[in-house]
């Protein structure tokens, strides 16, 4: 079922502040051989779809258990180049270190014992500065403009 997705420093704009951001990754270490074949250590054999991602999975369980809203984003827009989803988080929590919720999710994300992370998951913080700087991208009718000669 096709779904609407925000940029995320749309999100910001709409937030007005910073936002937090999850990313997940290939694993660096895979292999020509995975690359050929599609194989990706964190997705299982040949499967390429980013729901499958047990980090992603874990994530997810982690953030609805602990009652802390997400939704799906897109990477931070640009007109230059257009990326498909590959499983963004936006985590719909301030970026506040006094805040007990985001002590949690960053002791959770950014855990001392690597081991305890979860493979492949990047934690980001947007300030609302950075996104500020698409703010024209929210000027109605600007992507169908910026796409028209894509």
Known sequence: MPQLIYHIDAIARKKQRGVLWITFEDPVDASPQDVLTGSNPLLGEGNPDYEDNPSRQQVIAWLEEHHIAWEPSAEYASPYCLMSYQGQIYVDLP????????????????NLDVSKRPPGVRFWILPLELAMRNAEHDETGYWERAMKDF
């Open 95 to 110: 970026y506040d270190v006094n805040l007990p919720t985001y002590q949690e999710l960053e002791l959770f994300l950014e």
